[in-house]
């Protein structure tokens, strides 16, 4: 969405640390296009942006644009730094990442929620923001205008990102190992420790703490799991993401 006006300015970061690079100060980054992602990498919908983040990266970082993904971490797994550095290099992100683990920048933008993503031109003022999954094929003309090139957007990395498809809204996240019903398109869990997860009867092998993939429909499908934490792991969170309609 583009910006209600060109008088909104990119507040200044507080002091982070950083992932990738050396300490960032926003006005430092006058004359290029700035592109800051709140996400945390314990997040569903956070993950389903980060491969168009990272594709943005590798296409436009050398023509200007800085990528700032802004780490807020809501889980335990995700609010220790060492593990966000793991996860920052599990999931091959090159561009900046600052560790904002007492909240300080997601306070000074005033973020809604995740991922919340904000476009700034060379002046540091707001040109394009988008709250949520998708706008993708947006941002991306808008980083081509700013630099001055004609793009060809990422095409659409999963289905539900194509454009004009109808998804219907999943079950809401809930505390802990959900067992029950719920209707999504997919279903995840937010774990710390490593040992055995049972999901419907069925013994899984957790190997690192973090989110993980339990499930994964074509369409939004109305179904019943039962999710039990196994010895050396805790369970932190359900996740369920949007699915398809199937109508």
Avoid at 58 to 64: D, I, L, T, W
Avoid at 65 to 75: D, E, K, N, Q, T
Avoid at 155 to 172: G, K, M, Q, S
Avoid at 204 to 222: C, K
Wanted: aromatic share 8%.
């Amino acid at each position: 969405m583009r910006a209600p006006s060109d008088s909104i300015s990119a507040p200044p970061l507080p002091v982070l640390e950083w992932i990738n690079v050396a300490m960032l100060r926003m006005d430092q980054q006058v004359g290029r296009p700035v592109l800051v992602e709140f996400f945390d990498v314990c997040r569903s919908n956070s993950h389903r942006t980060l491969p168009y983040l990272r594709a943005w990266h590798e296409r436009y970082a050398e023509s200007g644009l800085r990528i700032m993904g802004m780490h807020c971490g809501a889980y335990p797994p995700s609010q220790d730094p060492a593990f966000v550095r793991d996860e920052v290099e599990r999931l091959d992100l090159g561009y900046a990442v600052g560790l904002d683990v007492e909240w300080r920048a997601w306070k000074q933008f005033d973020a809604p929620g995740w991922p919340a993503r904000y476009l700034f031109d060379q002046k540091l003022r707001l040109f394009e923001y988008h709250l949520g999954e998708g706008g993708y094929a947006e941002t991306e003309a808008a980083i081509g205008e700013l630099l001055g090139q004609a793009v060809v957007p990422v095409p659409p990395l999963r289905p539900e990102d194509a454009p004009d498809v109808v998804l219907v809204e999943p079950t809401r996240e809930a505390a802990g190992a959900y067992a029950g019903a719920y209707g999504a398109g997919g279903v995840h869990v937010v774990v710390s420790g490593t040992g055995e997860l049972v999901v419907d009867g069925e013994a899984r092998t957790i190997t690192r703490p973090g989110l993980h993939t339990l499930v994964e429909h074509a369409v939004h499908t109305e179904a019943t799991i039962a999710i039990e934490a196994g010895l050396g792991v805790e369970v932190h969170a359900t996740q369920f993401t949007p699915g398809l309609d199937p109508d």
